[in-house]
């Protein structure tokens, strides 16, 4: 193997392992060629189903989620509510309209 540069990058060789007509297939640090690797791209292939299966499911969940129409809908009914100012004043006309109906009478004793 060549010497590295100071950039870390290291030429390509000649009979280095994956050039054509250069040898067999080295694996990642297992010292592996060609044998086993029918078996790992079975085990990516199998990894690979279930990641499409998740993503169903997923996209599943997604259409089944309420859709940027229905929040707004939701908004424009949260916003109708009413807030605590107008409970506010709806309780002291109540209490206001409860005060004169009990005291009707010394209204009008007071007003006469």
Known sequence: MAEESSNNIVPFQKGDAGQAGGGSLSSGGGGGTFNGMEARVKALEDDMK??????????GMLRAAPSAVDFGELKGR?????TTAKVGTLLAIA???IT???RWTDF???VQ
Not at 50 to 59: G, H, N, R, V, Y
Not at 78 to 82: E, G, K, T
Request: glycine fraction near 0%; proline fraction near 4%.
């Open 95 to 97: 209490v206001a309209v």
């Open 78 to 82: 949260v916003n109708s509510l009413p």
């Open 100 to 102: 004169i109906a009990t």
């Open 50 to 59: 279930k990641i499409l299966q998740d993503t169903a499911e997923i996209k």
């Open 108 to 110: 009008l004793a007071a």
